[in-house]
């Protein structure tokens, strides 16, 4: 514990000297002379006085220290049946050109530009493209449907809107301009450019006045990289919230070059010339953080993976992919691992691949339950390094600083507190709670480089969901608890946000939508333990006076609902109908003695409960429907 020892405390007690020393390991236009500052609203800045920009970081500067013939970026997809390797050098080229190709049509320094792609090159080449003329990107995950991107849109306002023909899910085709055209129908803001990239054929045709190609852009003069200040934003990135509106969570230029540049040596210990793997989505901030900037500022060659863990042909996948392209550190979810283990569980395939350049597997985006982490340690034997962090902040908070020391993890946790974090487990009212004890979740402020300094145009909702609660700190919407040794168990969300399959969806959204539907009275949505996907939602419906739907047609056009309004991805299946919903007396649904009831967990019957009745009643629909693994057969 020594050595993490020292470099954390340093991280905590001399804060602005320990960050100084990291921004200096990067290449800034101007050095920063303020290291850590307050803005007139009293939000944290880090090295508000620097200037840089974070795409020259990740090409120009990987070029100009030699590495221009050394791959870049691996784009590897079994769905399409391609590898293609691009170096640094022309990536370089591609994403100068692309960058001249925005800013002659008119897209320069400040305006937001929505990426909406599949996991393609082009989506790589947009984003450092934007980063590189200083423009604000927003990528939003192609999995979402019309109705996410159109609430995007119309925060962000951007400029364009950059997507492809199409995406691919296993062997379905997935067009993707028919859900832009949707999305932008029913956005208020229209933005004036939309650019696709053709991948083998145009299901519609382009106006070529406002639609226009992809590859048209690349026909451009290359443009140089822009200065930033080190505050200036980088991207937004909308992650969901408690209500229907997304947050969109700001990430800076300097701060977060800092902090990847840390966490890459620190954390990851990924060194210059490594092959990075982050079994990911560009949609998420795991693709941002650790696809694109992350593995590029460090010098590695990143591999973007256009493919699924299993059925890509098959449960081999993720190791033919280590294997084929010599991946030192690998990163992906749970979910994926569980998928993998269930359809070869002796690990017959894994076996046949040659994993001797695999360091470490780390895993994030969901916890990771013990029989999940110990079956894949004890088949890679390797370390499996499980750790905890969020779209807010960019980057680890917990875990183990592999770069560091290597530490032994233990089982159910999600490690130590990372460089920077000062994490505290609170009370309700604020009260420090001892080891062991369960509780909130929360950061002392400052936060550490390279996380949110607010949301986008909404300092307001930045303090009520973040500061407010606990001032001083830094709530992160996650329970759990420390143990005697200080390592971090993170026992889930405290709020209406869940993970399916390593996908951060909001029940609160959810419900809305649900309580939409005209025979609706009221209803709660709640996340219920699924073997494969670590959470999935269930409804649970009370109909108004006078309506007697079929459950079953009911049901199914809930389902489409919230498929058409979110996407396929929030995997709501179930809307069971119930007499009444159980509530405190002051009117509060109690949706998490709901779910332990699924879940076949132990809970105490509230105090403040209406009526303890109702919940024998929600514990019979539960089971005769089957919803929760407490009532599988
Ligand atoms: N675009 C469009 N649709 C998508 C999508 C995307 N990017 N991702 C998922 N979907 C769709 C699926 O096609 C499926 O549609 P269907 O209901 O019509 O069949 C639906 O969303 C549910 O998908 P999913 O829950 O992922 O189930 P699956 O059976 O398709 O795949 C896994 C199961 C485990 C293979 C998959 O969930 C997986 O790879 N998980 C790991 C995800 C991950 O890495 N998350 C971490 C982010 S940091
Ligand atoms: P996202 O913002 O999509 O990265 O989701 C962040 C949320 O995912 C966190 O607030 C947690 O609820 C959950 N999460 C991420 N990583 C872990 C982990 N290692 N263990 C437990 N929960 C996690």
């Given at each position: ?33 303020v290291?850590l ?12 006085d ?69 996991m ?71 933005p ?10 145009m ?8 639609e ?74 795991v693709?941002?953080?650790?696809i ?44 994926a ?32 339950d ?88 909404n300092?307001d ?47 609160g ?6 309580a ?91 105090s ?23 009532f599988?057969?």
């Amino acid at each position: 514990m020594e050595k993490y020892n020292a470099i954390y405390q340093d991280s905590i007690l001399n804060k602005e000297s320990f960050w100084a020393a990291q921004a200096a390991r990067i290449r800034w236009y101007k050095q920063p002379s303020v290291i850590l500052s307050q803005n007139e609203k009293g939000f944290y800045r880090w090295f508000a006085d620097g200037e840089i920009n974070m795409a020259a970081l990740c090409l120009d500067h990987q070029v100009e220290s030699g590495r221009g013939d050394q791959t870049a970026l691996i784009y590897d997809s079994p769905v399409s049946k391609t590898v293609k390797r691009y170096t640094y050098r022309e990536l370089l080229e591609l994403v100068s050109r692309f960058a001249g190709g925005l800013q002659q049509r008119g897209v320069t320094k400040g305006d937001t530009v929505v990426i909406y792609m599949p996991m393609i090159p082009q989506a790589v080449i947009a984003m450092l493209a934007c980063a590189r003329i200083g423009a604000i990107h927003s990528v939003v995950f192609g999995g979402f449907a019309p109705h996410e991107l159109a609430m995007r849109i119309d925060d962000a306002h951007p400029k364009a809107v950059i997507s492809a023909s199409f995406g691919i899910e296993f062997d379905k085709i997935i067009p993707y301009k028919p859900l832009v055209d949707k999305a932008i129908g029913e956005a208020t803001h229209k933005p004036p450019l939309h650019i696709f990239y053709e991948r083998n054929g145009m299901y519609d045709q382009l106006d070529g006045v406002t639609e226009i190609e992809f590859d048209l852009l690349l026909q451009a003069e290359p443009a140089g990289p822009v200065p930033v200040l080190s505050t200036d934003p980088l991207y937004i990135l909308y992650t969901s919230g408690t209500t229907g509106k997304p947050k969109g969570i700001i990430r800076d230029h300097g701060g977060y070059a800092t902090a990847l540049k840390f966490s890459m040596d620190q954390f990851y210990d990924a060194r210059p010339g490594d092959v990075y793997w982050a079994a990911s989505d560009v949609g998420w901030v795991v693709g941002h953080s650790y696809i694109v900037y992350g593995p590029l500022l460090q010098g590695c060659t990143t591999v973007l993976y256009e493919g699924k863990p299993i059925r890509t042909p098959d449960a081999g996948a993720f190791w033919r992919v280590v294997s084929e392209h010599r991946v030192n550190v690998m990163f992906t979810a749970p979910t994926a691992i569980r998928a993998i283990k269930k359809e070869d569980h002796e690990g017959s395939l894994l076996k046949r691949y040659d994993l001797s350049s695999l360091r470490t597997l780390f895993l994030a985006g969901e916890r990771c339950d013990p029989p999940t982490w110990n079956w894949i340690r004890e088949l890679l034997q390797k370390p499996v390094i499980d750790h905890w962090w969020q779209t807010e902040t960019g980057w680890p908070m917990v875990g183990i600083m592999m770069g560091v020391a290597h530490q032994e993890p233990k089982a159910g946790s999600a490690g130590l507190p990372v460089c920077g974090y000062e994490i505290h487990i609170l009370s309700d009212e604020g009260v420090e709670l001892g080891k062991g004890k369960e509780g909130y979740i929360a950061a002392k402020l400052p936060l550490p480089p390279g996380c949110l300094p607010t949301l986008w145009n909404n300092d307001d909702r930045f303090i009520a969901g973040y500061l407010q609660h606990f001032p001083g700190y830094y709530q992160t919407g996650d329970g759990g608890y420390l143990d005697e040794d200080g390592y971090c168990y993170i026992m889930g969300r405290v709020d209406d946000v869940i993970n399916v399959s390593g996908h951060r969806l909001s029940t609160g959204e959810m419900e809305e939508l649900v309580a939409s539907h005209p025979a609706v009275a009221e209803c709660a949505v709640m996340g219920i333990a699924d073997e494969l996907r670590g959470q999935r939602p269930i409804a649970l419906v009370v109909l108004k006076d006078g309506q007697h739907p079929d459950e079953e047609v009911l049901e199914e056009e809930l389902v489409n609902l919230i498929r058409e309004k979110i996407g396929a991805v929030a995997f709501f299946r179930n809307a069971a109908l119930v007499k009444r919903l159980p509530k405190t007396r002051s009117g509060k649904i109690l949706r998490k003695t709901i779910r332990q009831i699924a879940d076949g967990e132990t809970y105490t019957v509230p105090s403040t409960i209406d009526d303890p009745k109702i919940l024998e009643e929600i514990r019979e629909t539960l089971e005769e429907r089957r919803l929760g693994l407490a009532f599988r057969m």
